[in-house]
């Protein structure tokens, strides 16, 4: 602070006025985003992104005291789970509708034994009209990737939804709840997601009045959280899937079984998740009833039904309370696909967290699906067990690849930076993508003799300091897991 006023006092003898007022308006904006920020200057859009970041993990828009950052944990891949909330101490603002006393958010704000249970987040998807009973229960999507998963089907692939919303966000792909027909402006896109999340999530009571209970956030700050969101992640899609393959035999067959083959009926994995992604295989022929064979590249919805499967881990774990829910739109059933490659560290699975392990959610394709009406419909694709195990071991080792990507990113960000504390922030973010890869790979016994040593001597390297040798080393696990030669 004390050469920051020196320089203040020696630019004021110098400078008119006019200069003075822009002067002061910078220095105010560099001490309001503290750091210059976790991602260098010469990455495109690093300073909006930087901001965008400092207002996603520190802004409350006058609220209840949440920020994007109270669901959205920057270590935990942008995500909670029922584990991660049990770490959190009693005072988070998370669980702002716990707080004794007369608290206005005590009731249809949050339901507690689902958010502790389950990491449900209470979502009224179809408006605030009838808060009592028009509500549903979600879990808290990851962000990554979000730069290849956004783009809604064209007229000619017409899959039931509609548009707006311009661009799919959210579990049923209809964005955040906003009222469209009273903000024409807002069209569902991915930067009118924050209006809708300031609204539901950071209320300091259920009249939800804007000025009053949050502020509106500013259009910089609209741009700004856009920034730094599509920064997240895989920026482009992965290699072909059917150009790569898999060092495991038994990933590489799992690789061959979500491609299709030796299946029994007419979809796969590929068909709706193409190459991992979000989107559509724009060469399969959809059947029909599915979506529109429309052989295009676009993030559609389908009706997999798993919120109505019976026994389910809500209707266990808390019988009877975890409410219908009813997709995009009004009564539709269609839930928007995700990706795939980021899912293995981001357990549980699907809109509400149904399934807890990459097995059982590879299960959930394979096995009839008795719902809570009665009916019983047949399996989404029909694999054998030795199958559901090929493809969870095959989305193990594609999330270990890209932890090692987003970690060796994450260095080589690092060693651009001269703050020591973004730096730091940068490296322990490295830190948790390796010990997230050695999880997930730990979760089925794979290359435990090749790349697992290699993420622990990366690990080690990078608490050294060693940076160059632990990206070295991060590079080998990759080419231990994926043989890339025929991309
Ligand atoms: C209380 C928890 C909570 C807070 C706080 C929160 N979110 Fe979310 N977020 C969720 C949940 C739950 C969903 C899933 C919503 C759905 O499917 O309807 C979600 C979904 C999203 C999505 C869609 C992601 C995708 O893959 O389609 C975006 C984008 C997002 N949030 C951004 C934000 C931003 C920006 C903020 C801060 C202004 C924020 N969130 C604050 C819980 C939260
Ligand atoms: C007909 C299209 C379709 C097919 C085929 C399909 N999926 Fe999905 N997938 C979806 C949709 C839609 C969702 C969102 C479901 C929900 O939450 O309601 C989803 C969700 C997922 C998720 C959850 C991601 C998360 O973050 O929770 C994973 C993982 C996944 N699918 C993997 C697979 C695998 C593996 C296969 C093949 C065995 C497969 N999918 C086949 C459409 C499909």
Redesign the pocket.
């Known amino acids: 602070m004390k050469s920051l006023c020196h320089l203040f006092d020696r630019a004021a003898s110098i400078l008119q006025p006019a200069s003075l007022t822009i002067l002061l308006l910078l220095m105010y904006h560099v001490a309001a985003f503290a750091s210059g920020g976790i991602m260098p200057q010469d990455y495109p859009n690093a300073g909006l992104i930087n901001n965008g970041r400092w207002i996603?993990f520190n802004e409350t828009f006058n609220g209840n005291g949440?920020t994007?950052g109270?669901?959205?944990r920057e270590d935990n891949n942008f995500t909670i789970d029922p584990k991660s909330i049990a770490s959190l101490p009693d005072d988070d603002p998370?669980f702002v509708a716990e707080r004794e006393g007369d608290n206005p958010l005590a009731e249809n704000f949050e339901k507690p034994e689902l958010m502790h249970k389950l990491g449900l987040?209470l979502?009224n998807?179809n408006g605030f009209d009838d808060l009592e009973h028009n509500y549903t229960m979600?879990?808290?999507?990851h962000?990554l990737a979000?730069r290849t998963s956004l783009t809604p089907p064209s007229d000619a692939a017409n899959d039931g939804t509609d548009t707006p919303p311009d661009e799919r966000?959210?579990?049923?792909g209809d964005g955040a709840p906003t009222d469209l027909s009273a903000n024409p402006e807002l069209r569902g896109r991915?930067r009118d997601?924050?209006v809708g999340?300031?609204r539901q999530?950071f209320t300091k009571t259920l009249n939800r009045e804007a000025g009053v209970d949050f502020r509106m956030p500013t259009e910089y700050e609209l741009d700004a959280?856009e920034a730094f969101?599509l920064s997240l992640g895989r920026q482009q899609e992965f290699d072909d899937f059917h150009l790569i393959r898999m060092k495991d035999e038994r990933a590489d067959a799992g690789r061959r079984n979500y491609l299709g083959e030796n299946v029994a009926g007419a979809l796969n994995c590929n068909a709706c998740h193409f190459n991992g992604g979000a989107n559509t295989d724009p060469n399969f022929d959809f059947p029909p009833g599915v979506t529109p064979a429309a052989f295009e590249m676009s993030n559609r919805s389908f009706a997999p039904r798993v919120e109505e499967l019976i026994d389910q881990p809500g209707d266990i774990l808390a019988g009877g309370q975890l409410p219908f829910d009813d997709g995009f739109g009004h009564g539709s059933n269609l839930f928007n696909a995700?990706t795939v490659i980021e899912a293995a560290d981001t357990a549980p699975f699907f809109?509400s967290n149904q399934v807890d392990t990459v097995e059982a959610m590879v299960a959930f394709y394979a096995t009839q699906r008795h719902l809570r009406n009665g009916e019983v419909l047949p399996p989404i694709v029909g694999l054998n067990g030795s199958q559901v195990a090929n493809i969870g071991a095959f989305l193990r080792v594609l999330n270990a690849d890209e932890n090692a990507r987003s970690a060796i990113d994450l260095i080589q960000r690092a060693r651009k930076l001269d703050d020591m504390s973004d730096r730091r922030t940068n490296l322990y973010l490295a830190r948790t993508e390796i010990q997230d890869a050695l999880e997930v790979l730990n979760g089925a016994n794979l290359h435990f003799a090749d790349a697992a040593p290699l993420f622990k001597k990366a690990r080690k390297l990078i608490k050294r300091g060693r940076l160059k040798k632990a990206i070295k080393k991060l590079e080998q696990a990759r080419d231990a897991m994926i043989d890339r030669s025929g991309v």
């Open positions: 996603f949440r994007c109270s669901c959205h998370l987040i979502e998807t979600r879990s808290v999507p962000l979000m966000t959210g579990w049923s991915l997601f924050t999340a300031i999530h959280l969101m995700p809109h």
